[in-house]
């Protein structure tokens, strides 16, 4: 999905999304959802790192990285990565998670730039996307 650009109007301007390959995409849960908190897998892991330059490895236990995000349909939210305080496990949440999805529905953080309509800009930024089984299996 390197390159796909989403074009919006944002009071009267346009502004452009570039996503990146920058991504992961998971099947939620009815523990995920409950608890709001999920395993940092190996994708999560990996976005985390080359997105946000963030590494669970350096890490100390109970210590965290907060990221502002957004939601694909404008909502604005954050994404917090960090280490469990016991066993130090990886995990992340997402604040408002539980507002927009459903157990089944898929998840999918992605890296993109924002740019405004003169071209200048390239805020760096999270987008965050829910998804019905549905609409996942059929590809769309």
Do not use: C, W
């Not at 992961?24 to 997105?51: G, N």
């Amino acid at each position: 999905m390197t390159n796909v650009i989403q074009t919006q109007v944002n009071n009267g301007m346009i502004e452009e999304t570039t996503f990146t390959d920058n991504m992961f995409t998971i099947k939620l849960t009815k523990t995920m959802l409950e608890k709001s908190i999920m395993d940092a897998t190996k994708p999560v892991q990996d976005f985390y790192f080359y997105a946000l330059d963030g590494n669970f490895g350096d890490m100390l236990r109970m210590e965290h990285d907060e990221y502002d995000a957004e939601f694909i349909f404008g909502a604005e939210t954050t994404i917090k990565f960090y280490r469990t305080k016991g066993r130090g496990d990886n995990r992340f949440s997402i604040k408002g998670l539980r507002k927009y999805a459903d157990v089944g529905d898929y998840l999918t953080v992605q890296e993109a730039y924002k740019y405004s309509e003169n071209g200048k800009g390239g805020v760096h930024s999270i987008i965050i996307s829910v998804d019905e089984p549905e609409v996942v299996e059929r590809g769309e």
